[in-house]
């Protein structure tokens, strides 16, 4: 019996290719400054990771992971994406998405479970109208931890005062959001974005 659901943040409440390429460049101008290069050459070795990343994983790796590769400490990245765009400045409400999780939220406990930090995370909430519908908001900062770490699934589960099988994950990514979820027996649902999410209401309704 599902008692929770955890949503991923960033492709699954939104989709926005303006906030990617805001990240990606933050991720740019990160490795410039660790390596004294151009923004280019940083643009380069990243998208190059990148794909090699993703012939091991088989899905699209996120900026923060592919950072993480070259032993950039998350805690500067995080300083490096904050300070380099606001989201709020690229989103809009989106109200049908506030009443269809309004509605989930009548029978399951609501969180989200991201990569991205507290700063960042509240942003985007805020920007979306989506503050204060969620039980809790798990972020990198809350145990210092990363998708596709299964301990992240497994401490925001027993935050949630659940077991792990009491959970549904929702997620845009199989092998960071979800692989790991069902591995820990939580039941898992792949979306493409937040117009998914209302398709979702009615199998939770029915």
Same mark, same amino acid.
């Given at each position: ?15 926005? &290719?303006?906030?990617? @390429? +805001?990240?990606?460049? #933050?991720?740019?101008? /990160?490795?410039?400054? *660790? ?15 990148? &794909?090699?990343?993703? @012939? +091991?994983?088989?899905? #699209?790796?996120?900026? /923060?992971?592919?950072? *993480? ?138």
């Amino acid at each position: 019996m599902i008692k929770a659901i955890l949503f991923d943040l960033d492709g699954t409440l939104y989709k926005s &290719e303006t906030i990617r @390429k +805001k990240f990606a460049e #933050a991720a740019y101008t /990160t490795i410039a400054k *660790l390596k004294n290069i151009s923004l280019e050459k940083a643009q380069k070795l990243i998208e190059e990771r990148r &794909e090699e990343l993703q @012939k +091991k994983s088989g899905s #699209a790796v996120p900026y /923060t992971l592919t950072l *993480l590769s070259f032993g950039v400490p998350i805690e500067e990245w995080h300083r490096e994406n904050i300070a380099f765009f606001d989201p709020r400045d690229y989103l809009t409400e989106d109200q049908k998405l506030r009443e269809t999780l309004i509605h989930i939220k009548k029978q399951y406990r609501l969180a989200i479970l991201t990569n991205n930090n507290t700063i960042q995370a509240e942003r985007i909430l805020e920007a979306l109208n989506l503050k204060g519908i969620f039980d809790r908001v798990f972020t990198y900062n809350t145990f210092n931890l990363l998708k596709p770490d299964p301990v992240f699934f497994k401490k925001a589960a027993e935050e949630l005062d659940v077991e792990t099988n009491e959970c549904l994950v929702v997620g845009d990514r199989y092998a960071i959001d979800l692989t790991p979820a069902k591995e820990l027996g939580m039941q898992i649902h792949e979306v493409t974005g937040p117009e998914d999410i209302h398709t979702m209401r009615s199998g939770l309704d029915s």
